[in-house]
């Protein structure tokens, strides 16, 4: 074929036929022939052998030298041995059972449903066969050969029938109908190698090029048996496969591929290439007329029309073979690999660049394109499945020359807007993989020391003080640390060259008339396609970008703003430093940056719209056309239905998916074929990305938006327009970056997060795994020398537990270097920073906060958790800088906006509240809460001492329970003390975090709730409402739950069941100590009647009390029986805990009280007609009589030494004896009263009140407790307008 631009235009340009330029006739016949010698060996001819050449006659001469070697055309469509087509693809149309994903090329596959199978379209019946299969998801698969006649189904696939079998890495076994272990667990990103051998009847497999032994012999021969390639995943599982279509990445001599290479165009690449490379190093020297050889390395095109023209002429041949990702792979890549090869900088290799300035001049530009497509796939697939060697000599080979690649200009933009995100999953280049066998990754090498923590405290947690480490620990320790930093300068250097490769794509000074947008634009619009993709087809897994890449772009693009931002303020000084960025809020209510249908803080958006219009035009100088809201309007009426149709599981058939999305195998290519066993869905490759919304004012489309819609220019402020009042108009930085680094935000949100909690599994690995080991030990230094196959045992048992610990702690090692290092924790807490910032900016706008996306919210709170719990031990939170500001400036945003009326989603508020009760567990946040402003602590608290009706109390009670944990009457454990005692050695017990109360937010309660008599009457009437129903229930779960225990055939009692039961536990005792709390410091709401509703609210508390105590003291009841069935999941539930609570409150209204106080408290607790002393008894484990019991499972605070103080004890003997007297007056002085005299609404009170005006009477804890929600009468409905004192008469 020849180029356009190739002998077309050049040839007319050099129309001369003697000489080409300055050179004769003479010196180019000698130069093409130097180039293009007539024998297929290098070295020149004998002159007088060789016919002269020149461009008139080079076609030619070209052409047969291409031809004397090729192959004779095989007449046979089918090669010996193999059935089937000559491209071997999968069979998406007949061979497959389930619901299966296969991506364009019909390569690679995604489970979709419990156990798919797919067979290849060819099959083998004589010879020795390989295929390869590139593992993409490490999870159930069975790869391997099957004839036919096997029949899968949804629980058999290969391996599970007479004639299939099949090498499962997941569970590191063979299969064929029975099973037995075979060969080594694989991972994401190894390749396995499936051989047959129909000459010996045997199978074999081999992983990443290392033989796992004959797995199968004497399999089943002869007439009319044929295999074909097989595979059962299961759900969302994903492989691709290598049947020859690209060249085997481990070749076994004597195996063939089952589709054959193309060896005749391989020829022929491999020649125009040794044409090329000659010609880079070959030189015409015009004065001296002779041809000299030179370096290719420095070689470049400087416009000489002969090398020009000879160049066109090996492009015209060239060109349609760079098209075929074989050559591409095969020949190309190999070529450019080399010129890498002797090490530098990217930009000390020029050629690179040359030879891609020529693809661009003499290649047709769908051939450019399609060779650039193929060439970043077979990188992309080189860099994904290479293995990993000490150096990372591999990844960082293939990183080098993509680096290159994007370094050309043309080449890079092409990519970024055709392939990099459309086609490829370019963020592979960003991701290292994790090694799953640490030995073939060379870590034993690197890491030859391996340490574990080995001191444990009484709860089992690693105790660090290094102080108590004994020499040879810490020679252990320093020497693993050793190793460890070894790793991280090898890691850094892949890492580097992933952050150059980024900052090509981020470069925004390259724009130009030929080539278009600067690259960072085209990344931009790129880049938010893909996060839209990832935010609106969660759990669709050809779409979604797995979490493990998502952690290393992140820290990449993270790396990457930082420094083209810190650039940017270098030349532009007046901007802020990428220490202090924020995104500012106008970017969430202008329109400029899509947010695709993520929920906002105030709801969905075309609501905000409509109720914040003015203040949008008031504040940010936005107005929002009334067509839009229109229009927006009737979009809200659709959304569900639509929702359905594009949201709809892509298991529906004829409407798969919105997308032909990601597909996770390792062809990289869009999944654009849905199969079902029912019917195939065959979707169009140019599909658009969803159905067309509806147009919308506010919404840019993404891919036309330009650098001036972003930028913004003299008379437009792009991202930034409508700055709000507040926001000050000092610049920020590019504005590009601001969306990116939004996007970023966004990124952290949908999948980082989530990666980060499940990569910090290994540490807790580790911890078990040494806790265990120690115990062993401890076991072999006790063990006697006598039972010696107990000391065997235990031997063997300590051996297997240190190699796996050797195991994990090497490959915590890469882990803690890759996604924990101290690098990476600064990304993450520059992140939490960043929301702190975006979010105190944004609240400063008052109203148009609602338009904030919840992610915001949600990044700032998992981003602290994530360095509270998954950096640390390894790296110290304490030492980041700025920490206790931002701990401060956090706690600030948690009690602002836990209760902020402009938050309307309920799981965000959740978070909120989650967050802030977390928040106050431990020391250090709690003080950052301390440390806000006063005004702020006190509407914190207001917000927290508000009704529990109608709102999420359980979250709030727990808040104040946690500023009052180590005050309360023995409440100062971390281990429920009963567990304790029950179970010593246990060392998994529920754990709580040692208290840390807080006085001043305490104090800040007791301020509002003595000042406010309304709010505290109405928050301890909730708070009595609670707990009178959560022990409601959970005396009702404790009855259901006896029931079904002595039920005759001892039907096992439902796990939610017992879990509802402990939860309603639980609840009643943070109720309890609420309680306790509030009559500590506040003891005048319930002593002090001159307030209203005093005397109510101690009555109420007096009855609950009683109840709980006659509930759980009783000898032989309900709470003893289910107690003492020791069930697992009510571990929690025992007597201390809620009988401890309330004692405590007993205590603070009978002991520590004022003279007056402890009268009235008294009074009405021997009034309340459920009183019994004995309850008071049972608490010191006395009978009725006043002796104490011997029995040892008796509960007595007597035995709970450690968790109650002597003063404690004291005090709970002076209340004893203090009611055991008063009761005894009060049954002595105690008249018989009348029938008529008793309150007719309870029976239990003598009537003390009358109502006017109907005069009507019943005692006043009846009567004020109807009042609280009722306004009319008990008998006539009249409305009551007061109540006054009423007298029995006859009484003083």
């Known amino acids: 074929m020849s180029s356009k631009e190739g002998t077309g235009v050049l040839k007319s340009e050099t129309d001369e036929p003697k000489a080409t330029g300055s050179v004769n006739e003479k010196l180019l016949c000698h130069y093409l022939h130097r180039i293009f010698p007539e024998s297929s060996k290098p070295g020149p001819a004998s002159a007088a052998h060789r016919k002269p050449l020149s461009f008139e006659n080079l076609g030619d001469h070209l052409e047969k030298l291409l031809t004397e070697d090729d192959l004779p055309e095989d007449g046979q469509d089918q090669v010996e041995g193999c059935l089937g087509p000559k491209t071997v693809v999968l069979d998406h149309s007949s061979g497959f059972e389930g619901l299966l994903f296969v991506d364009d090329d019909l390569l690679g596959v995604i489970g979709h449903s419990n156990f798919s199978s797919i067979r290849a379209t060819t099959c083998v019946y004589k010879g020795k066969w390989v295929y390869e299969v590139l593992i993409s998801s490490q999870g159930l698969m069975q790869i391997g050969w099957c004839t036919i006649n096997c029949r899968f189904n949804q629980e058999e696939g290969v391996g599970d029938t007479p004639d299939s079998y099949a090498y499962d890495g997941n569970r590191v076994r063979k299969w064929n109908v029975s099973t037995t272990n075979y060969g080594k667990s694989w991972a994401a990103g190894d390749i396995v190698s499936c051989l047959i051998d129909l000459d010996e009847g045997t199978i074999t497999f081999c992983l990443n090029g290392q033989s796992l032994g004959v797995a199968f012999s004497n399999i089943k021969m002869g007439p009319s048996i044929a295999y074909f390639p097989a595979i059962s995943l299961s759900f969302k599982e994903s492989v691709a496969f290598n049947f020859g279509s690209r060249p085997l990445r481990y070749p076994v001599e004597g195996y063939r591929p089952l589709q054959s290479p193309p060896t005749s165009d391989l020829i022929k690449a491999n020649r125009l290439l040794g044409y090329i490379k000659t010609l880079l190093s070959t030189t015409i020297d015009t004065e001296e007329e002779k041809v000299v050889e030179s370096s290719s390395a420095s070689w470049q095109l400087h416009g000489d029309s002969t090398v020009l023209m000879t160049l066109a002429h090996i492009f015209n041949h060239f060109s349609p073979l760079m098209c075929k990702v074989y050559l591409v792979e095969d020949v190309l890549m190999k070529f450019l690999l080399s010129i890498l090869e002797g090490g530098g900088s990217v930009e000390e290799h020029p050629l690179i660049q040359e030879l891609l300035d020529l693809f661009w001049l003499l290649m047709e530009d769908y051939e450019v394109n399609e060779c650039l497509k193929q060439l970043m796939m077979s990188l992309l697939r080189a860099y994904r499945f290479s293995p990993i060697i000490p150096d990372l000599g591999f990844q960082i080979h293939y990183l080098r020359l993509t680096a290159a690649i994007l370094s050309h200009e043309k080449s890079r933009k092409y990519l970024l807007s055709n392939v990099l995100f459309d ?168 329109g400029k940056v899509d947010y695709f249908d993520l929920q906002r803080l105030g709801g969905l958006l075309s609501h905000l719209k409509k109720t914040l219009k003015d203040d949008l035009a008031t504040k940010a100088n936005i107005i929002i056309d009334p067509a839009e809201i229109q229009a927006t309007s009737m979009d809200d009426l659709d959304e569900d239905e639509e929702s359905g149709a594009t ?70 402020d792009g991202l ?79 051996r297997v537990f240190a190699e796996k610990l050797n195991h994990l702690s090497r490959r915590l090692a890469w882990i803690n270097v890759t996604i924990f290092s101290k ?96 928040y106050v567990c431990y020391p250090q946040s709690l003080r950052a809460v301390e440390r806000i402003p006063e005004d702020q602590r006190m509407a914190m608290m207001r917000n927290l001492l508000a009704p529990y009706e109608q709102r999420p109390w359980a979250q709030t009670n727990w808040i104040l329970v946690r500023l009052w944990r180590g005050c309360g009457f023995g409440y100062r454990y971390t281990r429920l003390p009963h567990l304790l005692k029950t179970k010593p050695e246990d060392a ?58 002595e039920r005759p055939e001892r039907n096992f009692v439902d796990t939610r069941q017992l879990k509802v039961c402990a939860t309603c536990f639980d609840l009643s005792v943070s109720l309890l100590r609420v309680l306790e709390m509030t009559v500590t410091l506040v003891p005048q709401i319930f002593l002090d009647w001159s307030r209203p ?115 404690e004890k004291q005090k709970v003997e002076q209340m004893l004896a203090f009611l055991t007297e008063e009761s005894k007056q009060a049954a002595a002085s105690t008249a018989p009263t009348s029938e008529e005299d008793l309150c007719p609404i309870c029976y239990a009170h003598s009537i003390s009140a009358i109502f006017k005006p109907c005069s009507h009477k019943s005692c006043k804890a009846c009567i004020n407790q109807h009042l609280m929600n009722n306004k009319d009468c008990f008998f006539c409905k009249a409305t009551i307008t007061g109540v006054d004192d009423y007298t029995i008469p006859g009484l003083s």
């Open 423 to 590: 086609v490829l999953r370019s963020v592979v280049f960003f991701y290292i993989k994790t090694p799953l066998r640490v030995n073939e990754a060379g870590l034993d090498e690197l890491i030859p020391t391996t340490w574990w923590p080995t001191r444990f405290d009484k709860e089992g947690k690693d105790e660090r003080d290094t102080r108590e480490e004994t020499s040879e620990e810490r020679l252990k320790r320093r020497a693993y640390e050793r190793g460890c930093h070894r790793l991280k300068k090898r890691i850094e250097v892949v890492e580097e060259l992933q952050v150059q490769i980024l900052r090509l794509m981020l470069n925004n000074k390259d724009k130009g008339t030929e080539t278009g947008e600067a690259s960072r634009y085209i990344f931009l619009n790129k880049f938010r396609k893909f996060l839209q993709e990832n935010a609106s087809n969660r759990g669709n897994p050809t779409v979604l970008c797995p979490p493990e890449y998502m952690v290393c772009f992140l820290h990449r693009l993270i790396t990457a703003i930082r420094s083209y931002w810190d650039e940017g303020r270098e030349k532009c000084p007046g901007t802020i430093s990428s220490e202090d960025a924020y995104v500012p809020p106008q970017l969430f209510y202008n």
């Open 988 to 1045: 998994n017990l529920p754990s709580l975090q040692k208290p840390c109360p807080s006085l001043r937010l305490q104090k800040h309660m007791a301020d509002l709730l003595s000042r406010d008599k309304d709010m505290a009457a109405s928050f301890l009437n909730s708070v009595l409402n609670q707990l009178n129903w959560a022990f409601s229930e959970f005396i009702g779960m404790l009855q259901e739950i006896q029931q079904a225990a």
């Open 1093 to 1207: 509703s005093a005397e109510l609210l101690l009555r109420r508390l007096a009855q609950l009390l009683n109840q709980v105590l006659n509930r759980v003291t009783a000898e032989r009841n309900l709470f003893d029986r289910v107690v003492n069935l020791r069930l697992p999941g009510l571990e929690s539930v025992d007597h201390y805990p809620i009988l401890v609570a309330v004692t405590g409150i007993l205590v603070c209204i009978l002991v520590d009280s004022d003279k007056q106080g402890i009268s009235r408290a008294t009074a009405v607790l021997l009034s309340d007609p459920c009183f019994q002393l004995r309850s008071i008894q049972y608490l010191l484990g006395e009978g009725e009589s006043g002796a104490t019991s011997t029995d040892s499972k008796h509960f007595s605070l007597h035995t709970y030494t450690d968790y109650i103080s002597a003063e």
């Open 647 to 716: 949201q709809r599981p892509s298991g529906a058939i004829g409407g798969a998916m919105a997308r032909p999305g990601w597909l996770s195998s390792p062809t990289l290519g869009r999944a654009n074929r849905f199969l079902s066993t029912a019917t195939v869905s065959l979707m169009s490759p140019g599909r658009p990305l969803a159905p067309p919304e509806k147009v919308k004012v506010r919404t840019l489309v993404v891919d036309q938006r330009t650098e001036e819609d972003i930028e913004g220019s003299h008379s437009n």
């Open 720 to 798: 930034l327009l409508g700055r709000p009042l507040e926001e000050t108009d000092q610049p920020i930085a590019e504005k590009s970056l601001l969306e990116i680094l939004d996007g970023v935000v966004m990124m952290y949100n949908l999948s980082v997060h989530q990666q980060l909690s499940k990569m910090v599994v290994i540490s807790d690995d580790i911890h078990e795994y040494a806790v265990a080991l120690k115990d062993i030990e401890d076991k072999i230094a006790q063990c006697s020398s006598k039972k010696a196959e107990i000391l065997e045992e235990l031997q063997k048992s300590q």
């Open 823 to 918: 690098e990476k924790m600064l990304d993450v807490y520059w992140l939490l920073r960043v929301c702190i910032r975006t979010i105190e900016h944004a609240d400063n706008t008052g109203s148009l906060f609602a338009f904030m996306p919840e992610f915001y919210l949600n990044v700032a709170m998992n981003s602290y958790s994530a360095l509270k719990n998954y950096f640390s031990p390894s790296n110290c939170m304490e030492e980041l800088p700025e920490y206790e500001e931002t701990l401060t400036q956090l706690a600030a945003i948690l009690s602002k906006h836990f209760a902020d009326p402009r938050i309307v989603g309920t799981d965000i508020k959740d978070s909120l509240m989650q967050a802030l009760a977390s």
